[in-house]
């Protein structure tokens, strides 16, 4: 990064061929044990001869209804994989955007960044939770709704991004760069190793 001449270099997301077939591929394989798992499961209830009529019934009901609504958020996530034609993500000295092709679809710029609310508080946080992947977390004006939201730094990618944890990096490089009035954790700093800031 160089920050002579006021100058703040952009850096490109890199798509993960490799980790994005990885992922399907197990997602795939988990969708298809699981049916194969519910019709195993039932071809065993049927052909009992100890269990009645009516649970033999109602376990086939079940089941469809298990198998309907699995398909059913396996195609709307499909769609919507579709419809998201992300293709790539770039940090620059405006902040976070996300492109299809060379057009803007959203973006999360420095400027629109927040002091928490709470001012006792971290501007940028980690969120923290038990079962959740830590996120970096800011405060932003929505200008649609007219008021601070709270908001995780995520890329809404169909692909794997290879250099994530970079692009998070310089984002928040960027943040001691053009915003020097917020505070950020240093659970960020450790998180992101940015230790020498």
């Known amino acids: 990064m160089d920050f002579q ?14 980790k994005t077939f990885i ?9 298809v044990s699981i049916i194969l798992g519910i019709i195993n499961t039932e071809i065993i209830i049927i052909e009992s001869g100890k269990l009645s009529a009516e649970f033999k019934i109602s376990s086939v009901i079940l089941s469809v209804l298990l198998l309907s609504f699995l398909i059913y958020f396996v195609l ?18 405006n902040g976070l955007h996300h492109y299809k092709d060379e057009i803007i679809i959203d ?4 400027e629109s960044l927040q002091p928490n609310p709470d001012l006792k508080n971290y501007d940028v946080i980690l969120s923290e939770g038990e079962d959740v ?15 601070i939201i709270y908001k995780a730094i995520t890329f809404n990618t169909p692909f ?21 009035d917020l505070k950020v954790s240093p659970k960020v700093l450790d998180l992101l190793n940015l230790k020498n800031i």
């Open 133 to 147: 992947v830590f996120d970096i977390c800011v405060y932003y004006f929505d200008n649609s709704r007219n008021t």
């Open 76 to 93: 709307k996530d499909t769609i919507s994989i579709k419809k998201n034609k992300i293709t790539k993500v770039i940090v620059d000295q």
């Open 160 to 180: 794997s991004i290879g250099n994530g944890e970079e692009l998070k990096r310089h984002f928040i490089k960027g943040i001691f760069k053009f915003r020097p």
């Open 107 to 110: 973006s999360l710029t420095f």
């Open 23 to 31: 992922v399907k591929a197990l997602g795939a394989f988990i969708f």
């Open 5 to 18: 001449n006021n100058e703040f270099s952009k850096i490109e997301s890199l798509k993960s061929e490799k």
